[in-house]
């Protein structure tokens, strides 16, 4: 027996699509409205995923400014067909269902080809007879529905106008469609029941792409509804793929919850096998539950080896498991004025607009977790601001801001929750050199530091994962960032970031519980 876990892609990495191209795997996932847009992921064994980069590189692929938080770019599926890469995707905020494409993975893609077929979650199948079809959401007077319609994959032009080809299994908001061909059968999976905690992965097939489809009798063939919650909750989005030795395998997204009915990380890439019974239906994982320690009979072969993180800020830009919000300003940036260093300029645009902030982020992937950088600015005033933060969306975020109050630099938590904004006590600071900037967390508390040095920190506050979750907040489909930012004309140069997942050391417990007055 062979052993894995779960989430292999851990942190917000939703809506995954996968594809093979001999013995390498591709996946993609959603990015909403963070830029670069569509994280780009290989593998040899489905385990073991490295990011490439992204999909959507220039603001002529991905146009983001203004768009609110969780528009933007929505559930990516990646297709490979006669040595072309091809990437469909809805870009909510802009413009409606597109794709891209490439003839060299690690290159560029295309900007968008438009595809005036409505609806979200757009996905091609590629016939054997040369035939390329389309199928998407599509809204019914009472619901929703899957639609398809067949494309000139050149120009993306419509061939046929949209039919509907099937209503789903009975759950509500059937979506994200994807059409396959096994045996003789054209398979149409689909995700139901809302992306909250009665997701669900169904399945249908027909003798023609264009149906009637029937339901698997055993749908949901994918679900956790109705779970405990020490189960993952919230699966569905899934995409199947088959391995050169004729094995088959399904990623999904899933969320682990940080305590009751509560989740911050976001939705995350899982991982389960897929075997089909004497009917020709798929079945997930052998019909047991999807668990963290995941026990199999196979990988694909495996060559992989272990890389560090580096997080560092090179003149090449920035480094590829890091955004921006939306369509950045770049002239705000700066990867080669200093050494090792990333300069920030704050503009106009601070963290609670829905707009274009001086900000970089990696997704926050651990619930215990610490992130740390130094940080050299000098404020001149109470509105120049500079630091670390904690950030969900533009209306929920903790962030350790570098300031000046009365004319000397301090340290402060700044914290806001929907239309609610606190303050902590400034920690002043002696001298003028750099500033150390510590964030620590576990399921349930974040822990904010600040220091000129790493060995004397000093507690600047404290803020609960409850209120970063996304069920505290009007609809979102993202997750938590650890993000570097300026604001308001205020420069600073960052180096030496440092992400790791670990368990929370006893100082940092003992100065929260001090913090509080335990």
Same mark, same amino acid.
């Given at each position: ?7 292999? $892609? ?9 594809? +093979? ?5 591709? =996946? ?6 963070? /830029?670069?847009?569509?994280? #780009? ?56 269902? /597109? ?5 060299d993975i690690e290159g560029e893609w295309s900007d968008p080809v438009w595809v005036s077929q409505g609806g979200i979650d757009p996905s091609l199948f590629f016939d054997s007879d040369g035939c390329v079809y389309l199928s998407s959401t599509y809204d019914l007077s009472d619901g929703q529905a899957i639609g398809q319609c067949q494309i000139d994959i050149q120009t993306g032009r419509m061939l046929?106008?949209?039919? $509907? ?39 249908? +097939? ?15 063939? #994918? ?32 969320? +682990? ?77 700066? /990867? ?12 106009? @645009?601070?963290?609670?607009?829905? @707009? ?31 630091? =670390? ?39 002043? #600071? ?6 150390? =900037? +510590? ?19 000093? =507690? ?27 604001e308001k004309g205020c420069c600073g140069w960052f180096e030496e970031f440092k992400y790791s997942a670990r368990y929370c050391s006893h100082r940092a417990v003992h100065l929260a519980a001090r913090h509080r007055g335990q």
């Amino acid at each position: 027996m062979v052993h894995y876990q779960n989430p292999v $892609i851990p942190g917000f990495y939703p809506d995954p699509s996968v594809c +093979r191209s001999g013995e390498d795997y591709y =996946l993609v996932n959603s990015s909403f409205e963070f /830029f670069p847009g569509i994280p #780009l992921f290989h593998s040899r064994d489905l385990v073991h995923w490295e990011q490439t980069g992204h999909v959507l590189t220039r603001k002529s692929q991905a146009m983001l400014e203004n768009c609110p938080a969780s528009g933007g770019i929505w559930a990516p599926t990646i297709r490979l067909h006669n040595g072309r890469f091809y990437v469909s995707a809805t870009n909510f905020s802009y413009g409606g269902n /597109f794709f891209v494409w490439t003839d060299d993975i690690e290159g560029e893609w295309s900007d968008p080809v438009w595809v005036s077929q409505g609806g979200i979650d757009p996905s091609l199948f590629f016939d054997s007879d040369g035939c390329v079809y389309l199928s998407s959401t599509y809204d019914l007077s009472d619901g929703q529905a899957i639609g398809q319609c067949q494309i000139d994959i050149q120009t993306g032009r419509m061939l046929t106008v949209t039919k $509907i080809i099937w209503e789903g299994s009975g759950g509500k908001y059937p979506e994200g469609p994807h059409m396959f061909r096994k045996d003789g059968w054209y398979y149409l999976l689909a995700a139901e029941g809302g992306t909250e905690y009665g997701h669900m992965v169904t399945i249908a +097939r027909a003798a023609s792409p264009w149906g009637p489809f029937e339901s698997c009798p055993d749908n949901p063939i #994918l679900t956790h509804r109705d779970t405990m919650l020490h189960h993952f909750q919230a699966v569905g989005h899934g995409d199947i793929t088959d391995t050169a030795d004729g094995e088959y395998w399904m990623v999904f997204h899933g969320i +682990r919850t940080s305590q009751y009915m509560l989740h911050h990380l976001g939705r995350e890439t899982m991982l389960a096998p897929v075997t089909w019974n004497e009917e020709g239906w798929p079945v997930v994982n052998q019909g047991r539950r999807i668990s963290k320690e995941m026990e199999v009979m196979s990988l694909p072969a495996n060559d992989y080896k272990v890389k560090e993180d580096t997080d560092t800020f090179q003149p090449s830009g920035l480094p590829k498991a890091w955004n921006y919000l939306r369509n950045p300003d770049m002239s705000m940036y700066s /990867f080669t004025e200093r050494p090792g260093c990333l300069k920030l300029t704050g503009g106009e @645009a601070v963290l609670s607009d829905t @707009a274009s902030p001086t900000f970089i982020g990696r997704r926050q992937q651990h619930f215990c977790m610490r992130a740390e950088v130094w940080v050299d600015c000098n404020p001149q005033s109470e509105y120049e601001n500079a630091g =670390l933060t904690i950030f969900h969306t533009n209306e929920h975020h903790y962030d350790l801001v570098v300031t000046n109050r009365d004319g000397n630099r301090c340290v402060i938590l700044r914290k806001r929750v929907g239309d609610m904004q606190t303050e902590s006590e400034p920690l002043y #600071l002696s001298g003028h050199g750099n500033i150390f =900037l +510590r964030v620590e967390s576990d399921k349930l508390e974040y822990r904010f530091f600040a220091g000129t040095d790493d060995r004397s920190l000093s =507690l600047a506050g404290t803020g609960r994962t409850q209120l970063m979750s996304t069920e505290c907040m009007p609809m979102t489909f993202t997750g938590c960032y650890v993000g570097l930012f300026a604001e308001k004309g205020c420069c600073g140069w960052f180096e030496e970031f440092k992400y790791s997942a670990r368990y929370c050391s006893h100082r940092a417990v003992h100065l929260a519980a001090r913090h509080r007055g335990q």
